[in-house]
């Protein structure tokens, strides 16, 4: 099986820092396109930040500047810097990939969540 493992989070303060980290394990042939979404209570979920396997990034404005998408391909790992932080950014994060299982399959997977609180 594959699953997306999230670490980090948890409380911060505005205009502090927060690390946020995602490894995919299992059976993996290889992993393509990696990114964040956050949900926050009455909110739709949105894109945070994405990166292709080849390094390539985008990112949701309200982040740009402040939050950095990052990946280690031989780890499997997607990790997401969040500097600058705004009680705004309060939501739970959740991690996404699209992992290819063998050269036929592919599947995208979610992690748990894990939740970012920014309050003084």
């Known amino acids: 099986q594959v699953q997306l493992g999230e670490s980090g989070g948890g409380l911060g303060q505005p205009g502090g820092s927060l690390g946020l980290a995602c490894a995919a394990s299992g059976s993996i042939f290889s992993v393509n396109a990696m990114g964040w979404y956050r949900q926050a209570p009455g909110k739709q979920r949105e894109l945070v930040a994405a990166?292709?396997?080849?390094?390539?990034?985008n990112y949701a404005d309200s982040v740009k500047g402040r939050f950095t998408i990052s990946r280690d391909n031989a780890k499997n790992t997607v990790y997401l810097q969040m500097n600058s932080l705004k009680p705004e950014d309060t939501a739970v994060y959740y991690c996404?990939?699209?992992?290819?299982?063998?050269?036929?399959?592919?599947?995208?997977?979610w992690g748990q969540g894990t939740q970012v609180t920014v309050s003084s």
């Open positions: 996404n990939a699209d992992i290819i299982i063998t050269h036929l399959i592919s599947y995208n997977y």
């Open positions: 990166i292709t396997s080849g390094g390539v990034t």
